[in-house]
């Protein structure tokens, strides 16, 4: 009864102990998470001693004792607290990285099993519908994750498959290029992207086989056009620097590719690209042959089969002896892919560096992320474009900045002018530059320029102006403004430049290509325009078209004009312009140029009435 009489006195104690506790828990649990050991055991230590005073003042010894087992209750719930946020804590996923740790879906896995069905059938003969199928399913899913799987199966397919043919990578190969034209040429990006750097991987490995497989299908889409010829000379390049027996087997895979179809191929697009390759293997070529000499002490130093017989494929490219079986190989696939227009979609300004790049950000499959490269990609155009070895090239760039070329644009044109054998083949290698947006303008501009800085007039630059106008209706538009501007400065030219334009000008005429609608931006009838100078320009340009051209062109050149209202104005000014100025003694003669003149003038008026406009032919 004592006891118990004595039991409420300890309660104060008790409501005391359970608030210490519950501080020194919360210091605990603070001391925990900064992860201290030293500073835990500390305040085990503190929370003993304050246990040891408490219990001097309670009175009983067994209500201490339940204390005590109420105090380590406390402790561990707020040790169970703490230990549930830490957790918490350390399981939170950031967004971007919860897809990665969450298992695949069923609907990724269900779309992978269909891709895969889609590509296991995949032919020559269905390799069309098949490319329309995986372009619907493109448009009813993500992008990203498309495009994610079509890599992993077809490259990990070339990786971890048997040995592949010529088939097996054209069909593949005609594939991803329709994937590209049909999709965009983003797909076409991360797939090349892909495939580069799973070939560096392999060759890593040292599997062989792997490598073999990547290669064919990296030379396929070289010759379904996906891929520039640059692409495939800096790997090349690349191979030739390191040169080891994996590196030589690679060069055989990519220029026997499609019965040498690829190695042919490249030397006809880019034949000084070709030639340096050429000469760059023979100096390696030399280089091994003299350490193996050196090692075993022999001056013969033989070289391995596979580069002797790397030498002599190398050879027959060179001198274009080895030609396809086929005469177009894989013809159905090309016109296909030609259809789809697949060049539109070329990765022109790719290199062999962006491809294995691992830190890639952004579009940079695009031009616009190639300024860094951009001259030495115009060098590598001109090499190209032009039939000449890189040291020509670098003259005639030199060349053409000293003729105030100020812009790639037009550098470019200049140096597939000067370089052209004749005027057909300059235009063949124009065309081959195929210059972006409105660059194309500066075709015909970089051409009037070369031909007034001539001394005398060379024809050959009315012949290739002529050629082009002909070729896109488009210049012959850009070839009026250009006569035009070049006709307000007809006061200040020299006399040699307005010559030369004045004849430049006739051919133009004569063969067609222009109208005399050319001229109804002169008012021939303002005496404050018809300046001595501007005068003798025109005298130039209509003695020239009157007299050195056909009675048929003469003709043609005149009757254009005359059916329709609109050029009334500058028929009256042309006929007005020949009794003014071109009606002279000399002209009256009946021997020479001068009598063939006054008749031609006669023909000329005479057509400018031909309102029925009936033409010679």
């Given amino acids: 009864m004592v006891k118990n009489m004595k039991a409420p006195v300890a309660v104060p104690a008790v409501k005391r102990k359970l608030k210490d ?41 067994d209500e201490s004792d339940t204390d005590d087992d109420e105090e ?6 707020v040790v169970t607290t703490a230990t ?5 804590a350390v399981k939170y996923v950031p967004p971007h990285l919860r897809q990665k740790q969450s298992a695949v879906s069923e609907d990724t896995v269900r779309l992978q099993r269909r891709i895969r069905g889609l590509l296991n059938r995949l032919s020559e003969a269905n390799v069309e519908s098949i490319t329309s199928d995986v372009s619907t399913i493109f448009q009813a899913n993500g992008r990203h994750m498309v495009t994610e799987i079509l890599c992993n199966e077809i490259v990990g397919a070339c990786i971890e498959g048997p040995r592949g043919n010529d088939q097996y990578a054209a069909v593949f190969a005609a594939f991803v290029a329709g994937m590209a034209a049909s999709v965009g040429i983003d797909f076409g990006a991360k797939f090349v992207a892909a495939l580069a750097k799973a070939l560096e991987d392999q060759y890593v490995k040292e599997d062989n086989l792997a490598v073999r497989n990547l290669t064919m299908l990296l030379s396929h889409l070289y010759v379904f056009r996906l891929l520039p010829c640059e692409l495939l000379y800096e790997l090349l390049g690349v191979l030739c620097k390191r040169f080891q027996e994996l590196d030589v087997a690679t060069i055989l895979t990519i220029l026997q590719c499609v019965n040498a179809a690829c190695g042919i191929g490249l030397r006809g697009d880019d034949p000084a690209a070709m030639k340096d390759f050429i000469l760059s293997i023979q100096q390696r070529t030399a280089d091994v042959k003299s350490q193996l000499a050196k090692a075993t002490e022999n001056s013969s130093g033989g070289l391995s089969k596979r580069v002797q017989f790397m030498l002599d494929t190398i050879c027959e490219i060179k001198n274009n002896k080895k030609q396809s079986k086929e005469l177009v190989p894989h013809a159905r696939l090309k016109k296909w892919l030609q259809k789809l227009s697949v060049e539109d979609v070329q990765l022109r300004a790719v290199t062999w560096v962006k491809l294995i790049d691992t830190a890639q950000k952004g579009q940079w499959w695009l031009p616009t992320a190639a300024d860094a490269e951009h001259a030495s990609e115009v060098r590598g155009e001109m090499l190209g474009a032009m039939d000449a070895g890189a040291l020509e090239t670098d003259k005639m760039l030199q060349l053409a900045a000293s003729q105030r070329m100020n812009t790639d644009a037009r550098r470019a044109v200049f140096c597939m002018v000067m370089s052209g054998e004749d005027y057909l083949d300059a235009f063949e290698k124009i065309l081959r530059l195929k210059l972006p947006g409105t660059q194309d303008r500066e075709v015909l501009r970089v051409i009037v320029e070369c031909c007034l800085q001539e001394k005398v007039f060379n024809k050959y630059y009315a012949l290739l102006a002529a050629k082009i106008c002909q070729h896109d209706k488009n210049h ?16 200040s030219m020299e006399l040699r430049r307005s010559a030369n334009l004045a004849r430049f000008l006739g051919h133009l005429i004569s063969s067609g290509s222009l109208s005399l609608s050319v001229l109804k931006a002169v008012d021939f009838a303002d005496p404050r325009v018809m300046t001595p100078k501007v005068v003798m ?3 130039i340009f209509l003695e020239s078209l009157l007299t050195e051209y056909t009675d048929e062109k003469v003709w043609n050149s005149f009757s254009r004009i005359a059916p329709s209202p609109k050029f009334q104005e500058l028929r009256d000014g042309l006929v007005l312009f020949f009794h003014q100025y071109m009606k002279s003694a000399r002209v009256q003669e009946k021997e020479g140029s001068a009598g063939l003149l006054a008749l031609r003038l006669k023909l000329a008026k005479k057509a400018l009435k031909n ?7």
């Fill in 537 to 539: 320009h025109f005298r």
């Fill in 21 to 61: 506790a519950d501080r020194t828990a919360k210091r605990k649990r603070k001391r925990k998470s900064a992860g201290t050991a030293t500073d835990v055991k500390k305040v085990e230590t503190s929370v003993e001693e304050e246990a040891s005073e408490e219990e001097e003042v309670m009175v009983q010894k």
């Fill in 72 to 77: 380590h209750k406390v402790e561990e719930n």
């Fill in 611 to 617: 309102v029925a406009g009936v033409l010679l032919k």
């Fill in 476 to 491: 012959k538009f850009t070839m009026q403004y250009c006569l035009w501007d070049h006709f307000k400065q007809l006061d």
């Fill in 84 to 88: 549930t946020e830490n957790s918490a």
